[in-house]
């Protein structure tokens, strides 16, 4: 005698008396929320059909047993993330099923919703769930311990299935229409992927029906590799690289960078934020000073900028080199390939900030057990998804400009150690190359000689998939920086365009932007990209921040150099600003001042 297959059913109930349900053994229990507590009852009876019509189609198995448990509200079929996680709970602890299915899920993840899963896969059970009808990414279905359902109008048929590698969606299913019990009407004709994930379920069942062996903790990955073996079509997905930390084993690592300039400005001014207890600056001779004093701008730190030939070797764990591609055409030779035979010679690590000689000596650093790495990010970081994109629980604060050189670097260090001053857990994507010495979650990198190799579509979702990992460490604020400037002055150019800065606004979709502006910024050119931003995403600039820095006259602003505005001028700017865009504006690096901006993000939050 086939043993009974005994399905676990999330959903909107069922209608019993239902014709297609003839001969079906179902229990069941409704799930609630009332006055902010879940409550388990005993009312699956179902008033909307979506639940029925899933029924209907596991009934079309032999010997299996389902138990519903209805979480939906009447006429809503919207999933709750609390009475969900209750409902699986209740599962794990008093329901003996081989399946759980669910056509539902939601858009933000839950380490509870994750938790409680993982918990019931080891267990042994299979969990089935739909992605969301409107394109978006969806839990529990991107879950790693979950079959994941989508669409896909290339499946005709019922069992037509397509298998995704490596990725949160598992399985592709039937995109067409189906006819479908229902309350009231008694059938209908209808379409989505909750209906197309009944038909893998389905499957599911069917196997384990085929199978004698128990496959215990191991039974996801055996239906898996069974939905694979019988797919119309195979995506292949490269495994996920892991992600290389720089500075690992924390605050231990001595570091020398070069060559000095404003570029690692920062890794004096902010050096209490490094990962690093010491670092040494060096400069290359006959571009750059040989030796120099150094100090941040608060005067807290001070360094002595050495010539590189005085590197200390035997005491540095990582050598990092900024762009020197320019300065070893203008010496005639190569300063980076001298220093890479050095570090391979001295056995120590190099993190260059872009790709010069990477290719060379890559797999030389390897051979010997070191690591020559960049902050390197193309189309293969990521897994084929569909193109689904995360909807984030952790708010998004955004530092866009409105050129180049104004500090928004600077800027998003600056909220950096103030927020986490005031006991705020930050996350943080950087667009620097120097942001992973800062220990920041990620470092996407489109500025200067940029080592990011991507279409516009892929970097939307990099943008997007890193700040979903952050958003998965429950931290209470993520940071994100933007490059140059972000609407177009002219149009003779495609770099003249800000494509990638649009793709970044996009893609990190923030709940509030400060914006940095220069003295000499047009007025309607400000307009234009305040108007901009908040027109592409739903956000608010809260807030402009002004830099110090401004051209000086005459014919010197063709070199390119900037001078320290008079106070008279940024004064009157500021106030200008206030008047014109009725936006608070604070002087970028007055320490008072961030103080004021940093509550005025709380109050924008609040």
């Given at each position: 005698?086939?043993?009974?297959?005994?399905?676990a059913?999330?959903?909107?109930?069922?209608?019993?008396?239902?014709?297609?349900?003839?001969?079906?053994?179902?229990?069941g229990?409704d799930?609630?929320?009332?006055?902010?507590?879940?409550?388990?009852?005993?009312?699956?009876?179902?008033?909307?059909?979506?639940?029925?019509?899933?029924?209907?189609?596991?009934?079309?198995?032999?010997?299996?047993?389902?138990?519903?448990?209805?979480i939906?509200?009447?006429?809503?079929?919207?999933?709750?993330?609390?009475?969900?996680?209750?409902?699986?709970?209740?599962?794990?602890?008093?329901?003996?099923?081989?399946?759980?299915?669910?056509?539902?899920?939601?858009?933000?993840?839950?380490?509870?919703?994750?938790?409680?899963?993982?918990e019931?896969?080891?267990?042994?059970?299979?969990?089935?769930?739909?992605?969301?009808?409107?394109?978006?990414?969806?839990?529990?279905?991107?879950?790693?311990?979950?079959?994941?359902?989508?669409?896909?109008?290339?499946?005709?048929?019922?069992?037509?299935?397509?298998?995704?590698?490596?990725?949160?969606?598992?399985?592709?299913?039937?995109?067409?229409?189906?006819?479908?019990?229902?309350?009231?009407?008694?059938?209908?004709?209808?379409?989505?992927?909750?209906?197309?994930?009944?038909?893998?379920?389905?499957?599911?069942?069917?196997?384990?029906?085929?199978?004698?062996?128990?496959?215990?903790?191991n039974?996801?990955?055996?239906?898996?590799?069974?939905?694979?073996?019988?797919?119309?079509?195979?995506?292949?997905?490269l495994?996920?690289?892991?992600?290389?930390?720089?500075?690992?084993?924390g605050?231990?690592?001595?570091?020398?960078?070069?060559?000095?300039?404003?570029?690692?400005?920062?890794?004096?001014?902010f050096?209490?934020?490094?990962?690093?207890?010491?670092?040494?600056?060096?400069?290359?001779?006959?571009?750059?000073?040989?030796?120099?004093?150094?100090?941040?701008?608060?005067?807290?730190?001070?360094?002595?900028?050495k010539?590189?030939?005085?590197?200390?070797?035997?005491?540095?764990?990582?050598?990092?080199?900024?762009?020197?591609?320019?300065?070893?055409?203008?010496?005639?030779?190569?300063?980076?390939?001298?220093?890479?035979?050095?570090?391979?010679?001295?056995r120590?690590?190099?993190?260059?900030?872009?790709?010069?000689?990477?290719?060379?000596?890559?797999?030389?650093?390897?051979?010997?057990?070191?690591?020559?790495?960049?902050?390197?990010?193309?189309?293969?970081?990521l897994?084929?998804?569909?193109?689904?994109?995360?909807?984030?629980?952790?708010?998004?604060?955004?530092?866009?400009?409105?050129?180049?050189?104004?500090?928004?670097?600077?800027?998003?260090?600056?909220?950096?150690?103030?927020?986490?001053?005031?006991?705020?857990?930050?996350?943080?994507?950087?667009?620097?190359?120097?942001?992973?010495?800062?220990?920041?979650?990620?470092?996407?990198?489109?500025?200067?000689?940029?080592?990011?190799?991507?279409?516009?579509?892929?970097?939307?979702?990099?943008?997007?998939?890193?700040?979903?990992?952050?958003?998965?460490?429950?931290?209470?604020?993520?940071?994100?920086?933007?490059?140059?400037?972000?609407?177009?002055?002219?149009?003779?150019?495609?770099?003249?365009?800000?494509?990638?800065?649009?793709?970044?606004?996009?893609?990190?979709?923030?709940d509030?932007?400060?914006?940095?502006?220069?003295?000499?910024?047009?007025?309607?050119?400000?307009?234009?990209?305040?108007?901009?931003?908040?027109?592409?995403?739903?956000?608010?600039?809260?807030?402009l921040?002004l830099?110090?820095?401004?051209?000086?006259?005459?014919?010197?602003?063709?070199?390119?150099?900037?001078?320290?505005?008079?106070?008279k001028?940024?004064?009157?700017?500021?106030?200008?600003?206030?008047?014109?865009?009725?936006?608070?504006?604070?002087?970028?690096?007055?320490?008072?001042?961030?103080?004021?901006?940093?509550d005025?993000?709380?109050?924008?939050?609040?």
């Amino acid at each position: 005698m086939k043993r009974k297959i005994k399905v676990a059913v999330i959903d909107s109930g069922v209608d019993e008396k239902h014709p297609s349900l003839n001969g079906i053994n179902i229990t069941g229990n409704d799930i609630y929320s009332k006055s902010g507590i879940v409550t388990i009852g005993n009312d699956f009876r179902d008033q909307i059909g979506h639940g029925t019509a899933i029924c209907s189609i596991l009934a079309k198995c032999d010997n299996v047993e389902i138990t519903m448990f209805k979480i939906y509200e009447e006429n809503n079929l919207i999933a709750d993330t609390e009475c969900l996680t209750y409902a699986l709970n209740h599962i794990k602890d008093n329901c003996n099923c081989d399946v759980i299915h669910l056509s539902l899920g939601v858009r933000e993840y839950s380490s509870e919703l994750d938790q409680v899963c993982t918990e019931l896969a080891k267990m042994g059970k299979i969990i089935v769930s739909a992605f969301d009808n409107d394109m978006a990414m969806s839990f529990p279905a991107a879950l790693d311990c979950v079959i994941g359902v989508d669409i896909h109008n290339e499946c005709r048929r019922t069992d037509d299935f397509m298998f995704v590698e490596n990725s949160p969606v598992n399985v592709l299913a039937k995109g067409g229409s189906h006819r479908l019990a229902w309350v009231n009407p008694s059938y209908i004709i209808n379409q989505g992927s909750s209906f197309s994930c009944a038909y893998v379920t389905k499957f599911v069942i069917e196997e384990l029906l085929r199978s004698s062996e128990k496959k215990n903790s191991n039974n996801t990955a055996f239906i898996l590799q069974a939905i694979k073996n019988k797919s119309i079509r195979i995506y292949r997905n490269l495994e996920t690289k892991p992600k290389y930390n720089l500075l690992t084993g924390g605050k231990n690592k001595k570091i020398a960078v070069l060559p000095w300039n404003k570029e690692v400005h920062s890794l004096l001014n902010f050096q209490d934020l490094t990962l690093s207890t010491h670092i040494d600056f060096y400069s290359i001779g006959a571009v750059t000073p040989t030796k120099a004093k150094a100090n941040s701008f608060d005067e807290k730190f001070e360094a002595e900028v050495k010539s590189y030939k005085n590197i200390n070797w035997e005491d540095i764990d990582l050598l990092v080199i900024g762009h020197v591609e320019e300065i070893d055409i203008a010496l005639g030779k190569s300063v980076k390939r001298e220093l890479l035979n050095m570090a391979i010679k001295k056995r120590v690590n190099v993190y260059s900030f872009d790709a010069y000689l990477y290719e060379e000596f890559f797999m030389k650093f390897k051979d010997v057990g070191l690591d020559f790495t960049i902050p390197q990010k193309s189309s293969s970081d990521l897994v084929n998804k569909s193109q689904k994109l995360y909807a984030l629980e952790t708010p998004v604060l955004g530092v866009f400009g409105t050129s180049v050189e104004q500090g928004k670097f600077t800027l998003q260090l600056i909220l950096r150690k103030k927020f986490s001053a005031l006991g705020y857990n930050i996350g943080q994507i950087g667009t620097e190359p120097t942001a992973p010495l800062f220990g920041m979650d990620d470092c996407i990198p489109f500025g200067y000689s940029s080592t990011t190799k991507m279409d516009s579509s892929s970097f939307v979702e990099m943008v997007n998939a890193s700040l979903f990992e952050i958003d998965k460490k429950n931290v209470d604020l993520v940071i994100v920086g933007c490059q140059s400037g972000t609407v177009p002055r002219v149009y003779n150019h495609i770099e003249q365009l800000h494509l990638s800065q649009l793709h970044f606004l996009l893609g990190s979709n923030p709940d509030i932007v400060v914006l940095c502006v220069n003295l000499f910024d047009d007025l309607d050119y400000i307009r234009r990209t305040i108007g901009t931003i908040e027109c592409l995403v739903e956000t608010k600039v809260v807030a402009l921040a002004l830099s110090k820095l401004t051209h000086p006259p005459g014919w010197q602003i063709m070199r390119g150099k900037k001078i320290v505005a008079e106070d008279k001028h940024l004064q009157e700017f500021s106030e200008t600003l206030v008047k014109t865009f009725k936006i608070n504006t604070f002087l970028l690096g007055e320490d008072s001042e961030m103080d004021l901006l940093i509550d005025a993000c709380i109050s924008s939050f609040s």
